[in-house]
Every structure is written in C-alpha cells, then in structure tokens.
C-alpha cells in the first residue's frame, strides 16, 4: 500500500549537516506514522526518529535527540530528516519506514521500508 524512497544521503564532515527525504506514495499516507531507522557497520538496525500520523508528535533516540528533527508534509506526501551536528558514529544507512496509525520505536511493528540511503560523516 506504500511505497518509500530516500535521497539526500552524502559525505560529510564532523559537524556538518544533512537533510534526509522520504517521498511516499500510497492511498491515505497521513494515516501512517513514519519513521527514520539506520544501520551502522556491524550493528543492528536501530530507531533514529518518529514521527505520529495524526498529533504530529515526535520521538528520538537519545543518540540524537537534540540534533536531529524529523517532519512530515502531508500534503506533498514526503518526510524528512534534518540531521545537524553530525558526528562519525552517526555514519550508517538510514531507512524511511511507515507502519499504520501510532507510533512506535519497534522496527518489526514498521509495515513499509524504503531501500536506504547512505550517511557517512568523516572525523
């Protein structure tokens, strides 16, 4: 029922920023909460952000809590990721996810996955 594909994924030195999208498309995508999820070397995929389908209400890692922001345009059908501050340990591949209605940190509870992008972040 829905599709998902990242962009914005690049090199970047420590403590510089980059701007993640997620462009969806699918029947009633405001119903969905998304998420952003990433995967470094050797380490399991892990939550990053979340964002609800209906309050808008946000949830972060504490890894990232305060230098990142997740937002949603429904009306253009995207979701973002605003990452500033980054640092090497935030090098990873980053997923977008949707899983229906209300939110959750759990990656098994997401419906629809994206292919990922690549973040890397130089010291």
């Known amino acids: 029922q829905v599709q998902l594909v990242e962009s914005g994924g690049g090199l970047v030195q420590t403590g510089g920023s980059l701007r993640l999208a997620c462009a969806a498309s699918?029947?009633?995508?405001?119903?969905?909460?998304m998420g952003w999820f990433r995967q470094g070397p050797g380490k399991e995929r892990e939550f990053v952000a979340a964002?609800?389908?209906?309050?808008?209400?946000?949830d972060y890692a504490d890894s990232v809590k305060g230098r990142f922001t997740i937002s949603r345009d429904n009306a253009k059908n995207t979701v973002s990721l605003q990452m500033n501050s980054l640092k090497p340990e935030d090098t990873a591949i980053y997923y977008c996810?949707?899983?229906?209605?209300?939110?959750?940190?759990?990656?098994?509870?997401?419906?629809?996955w994206g292919q990922g992008t690549q973040v890397t972040v130089s010291s």
């Open positions: 996810a949707a899983k229906v209605r209300s939110y959750s940190r759990s990656r098994a509870e997401y419906n629809y």
């Open positions: 699918g029947r009633s995508f405001s119903s969905y909460t």
């Open positions: 964002i609800a389908w209906i309050s808008s209400n946000t």
